[in-house]
């Protein structure tokens, strides 16, 4: 079984910065990808960003400029940068670990921007 427990969200000003952190109980060398996902209330889940085992990054277009995803695999932690935040990006955060049989999903961090 693997536990991904996501830390780093909060209350932030539109403009201002956060940085998502997701630590996995076990090695992130297993997984294909992990990535970052958003729910907004009344909205289905969306893809944020996610990093392959070998790095290649992909973003959505809404974030693309101001989110950065990377890994610490040493760490066995992936990090969400979150610069220039806007109003439109308050949502639960959640991470995700894509391994071959299986998804495995962190329970959620609160990302709200105020305006």
């Known amino acids: 079984q693997v536990q991904l427990v996501e830390s780093g969200g909060g209350l932030v000003q539109a403009g201002g910065s956060l940085r998502l952190s997701c630590a996995s109980s076990r090695s992130i060398f297993i997984f294909k990808a992990m990535g970052w996902y958003r729910q907004a209330p009344g909205k289905q889940r969306e893809l944020v960003a996610t990093i392959t085992s070998g790095g290649t990054t992909r973003y959505a277009d809404s974030v693309k400029g101001r989110f950065t995803i990377s890994r610490d695999n040493a760490k066995n932690t992936v990090y969400l940068q979150m610069n220039s935040l806007k109003p439109e990006d308050t949502a639960v955060y959640y991470c995700?670990?894509?391994?071959?049989?299986?998804?495995?999903w962190g329970q959620g961090t609160q990302v709200t921007v105020s305006s």
């Open positions: 995700n670990a894509a391994a071959t049989v299986s998804d495995y």
